[in-house]
């Protein structure tokens, strides 16, 4: 019987991105389901749930990307995970957390129907004109300030989705970069 040469922690084992993949999903479906369902919590509340009150939950993304980053460390000791596997799960989790947000995101439009996207529309429009008024230090044309109007009057599900994937995704990395680098030995 042949004996492998190849150490348990090279990409050319099985075993290798399993606990990335594995943490990934764990840390990054979890996440993605408590911004679903906060969402959701809102919306049935009475709350606006495509509305800032979002960030709440999303805030929980960048700490669990964290720790599942955490989590491989601890799990692949006394190893090192590595660079690449370490910023690969934080990465990851924030990915996944990301879409299954905007698919949340999606079914809450769908669900709550045309009436709560035009109650979000006119919250928003509430805060683009008082941002208009309040903010002294960058002035607008009247015509880029009618753009901006128009951009919120039309705002579609589309729109919202793009924005929640980006915020979630960059909420994700902002400890998932630092942390896979620091946790990577």
Not at 94 to 113: H, N, T
Request: aromatic residues 4%; proline residues 4%.
């Amino acid at each position: 019987m042949a004996v492998s040469s190849i150490s348990p922690n090279t990409p050319e084992t099985d075993n290798y991105w399993a606990p990335v993949i594995r943490l990934a999903l764990r840390f990054g479906g979890g996440v993605g389901v408590v911004c679903g369902l906060w969402m959701v919590g809102l919306q049935m509340t009475g709350s606006n749930g495509f509305g800032p009150k979002q960030i709440m939950a999303q805030l929980l993304v960048p700490l669990a990307a964290l720790a599942s980053e955490w989590l491989l460390r601890r799990q692949v000791h006394p190893l090192k995970p590595g660079l690449v596997r370490s910023l690969g799960v934080g990465v990851l989790t924030a990915l996944l957390a990301a879409l299954i947000s905007v698919a949340s995101l999606i079914g809450l439009a769908y669900g709550a129907g045309e009436q709560a996207l035009a109650r979000h529309r006119a919250e928003v429009l509430e805060i683009v004109r008082v941002q208009q008024r309040e903010n002294s230090k960058v002035k607008l044309s009247a015509r880029e300030a009618e753009q901006q109007i128009r951009n919120v009057q039309s705002l579609t599900v589309g729109d919202m989705t793009t924005g929640n994937f980006t915020q979630v995704l960059l909420l994700g990395l902002v400890l998932a970069l630092p942390g896979g680098i620091f946790l990577r030995e």
